[in-house]
């Protein structure tokens, strides 16, 4: 248990409640002994297929290893460039580079944080091979506007998926919707594993395939011995995919739990401190409660000192990251943002009182 009176994500509580379970299923795996391509994988990429409402589902190594594996699926590389929110995790973009494609960063919404469409589509030039929509915090991007725009230009549009485990949009499950989706199962995400994990899910099986043998050292289909695509290593472990079984089966209600502890927030939280906007057609699954205020530093501090965890997602947007200087612009949303935001303890099992007493101590800062 942590020492922290309301810890940011208390993993070992939510881990503790499926223990046994999981060391039922741990002895499975260690009789077969198969611990790469174990029959837990197929079973567990079957379950999270049908939850996506998406036709196939290949695990993968990590979440940035999915959207590397996707562009590569599709053949995107040198010479492309591909649309990418400057506010998201860097993997995003990483896995645009790894690929040798050139990622061109474009500004977000100023209520969701969320990829402007617009911005998207004026963004959109000669090399321009897709679009990844990345469905921060738990909430899907406009998928609307932006297959709007992806149909318009001719582009793929992939999902990144890895804050959205189960989170919809008009109905629509993340993961169903683009040419492909990337997701990540590490530990903090709504579907963690216990270590690092990733799918790969998508309507279209032929490409789901590929990327399958992609992943698999780029191995032909009629000869294990032969090796038609330059491929890589990238999978998921027997052992994970038993846990992810596991957890997946648990999903639907631990995201109730994040809605339940949000809505508390958006009723308590006092008004200096802002809740990211959800879209009206978002079902949104809260991996993170990010709020914004006016005096950051002065609120950190408050929370540390009062034994409250809290995080920053992500105080340097991407087109300002060192390592991407190249592809800089002006991105005044997200730039503004990246000062402003900050992320509550959100989890699960957040306690209604854990929640009143992070509310509390906000609404005890002088503004
Ligand atoms: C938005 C986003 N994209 C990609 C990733 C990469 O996933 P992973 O850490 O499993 O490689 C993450 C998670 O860390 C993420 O939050």
């Known amino acids: 248990m942590s020492l922290r009176q309301v810890p940011f994500l208390d993993l070992a509580s939510v881990t503790s409640a499926i223990r046994g379970e999981l060391e039922l299923a741990f002895a499975e795996v260690l009789d077969h002994g198969r611990f790469i391509n174990g029959p837990e994988v197929a079973r567990f990429e079957a379950e999270f297929a049908g939850y996506c409402q998406a036709r196939a589902c290949v695990g993968v190594a990590n979440g940035t290893d999915a959207l590397e594996l ?37 500004d977000v919404l100023p209520d969701t944080l969320l990829i402007d469409p617009d911005a998207a589509e004026a963004a959109v030039g000669p090399n321009t091979a897709a679009i990844i929509g990345v ?3 738990g909430q899907m991007v406009d998928i609307d506007r932006i297959q709007e725009v992806a149909r318009k230009q001719g582009l793929a549009f992939i999902e990144d998926a890895a804050q959205a485990h189960g989170a919809r949009f008009a109905g629509q499950r993340a993961g169903g919707v683009g040419v492909a989706a990337g997701f990540s199962f590490y530990p903090g995400k709504n579907l963690g594993a216990l270590g690092d994990g990733g799918a790969i899910v998508t309507q279209d099986t032929a490409l789901a395939d590929k990327i399958r043998r992609l992943a698999d050292h780029g191995r032909s289909a009629e000869s294990r011995f032969n090796h038609d695509l330059r491929g890589r290593n990238s999978r998921l472990d027997s052992l994970q995919a038993a846990a992810l079984s596991i957890k997946l089966r648990g999903l639907d209600q631990a995201n109730a739990g994040r809605v ?11 008004e200096h401190v802002q809740l990211v906007s959800r879209h009206p057609k978002a079902e949104a699954v809260y991996h993170l409660a990010v709020v914004e ?43 503004r943002a990246a000062s402003r935001i900050l992320s509550l303890p959100m989890s699960p099992n957040l306690s209604q009182q854990q929640v009143t007493t992070v509310c509390d101590v906000l609404r005890g800062i002088p503004r």
């Not at 949000?262 to 939280?269: M, R, V």
């Not at 300002?320 to 200087?325: G, M, Q, R, T, V």
Request: proline share 7%.
């Open 70 to 106: 996707i562009l590569s699926g599709l053949g995107i590389g040198p010479g492309d460039e591909v649309i990418v929110p400057t506010n998201t995790f860097i993997a995003t973009a990483e896995a645009v580079c790894y690929v040798g494609a050139r990622p061109r960063f474009v």
């Open 135 to 137: 469905h921060l915090f």
């Open 260 to 270: 339940r502890a949000w809505e508390q927030y958006a009723a308590e939280l006092p």
């Open 293 to 335: 205020v006016d005096n950051r530093e002065a609120v950190c501090a408050a929370l540390t000192a009062a034994g409250i965890g809290w995080g920053l997602h992500y105080p340097v947007p991407c087109h300002l990251d060192s390592a991407y200087a190249e592809f800089t612009g002006r991105m005044p949303v997200a730039e």
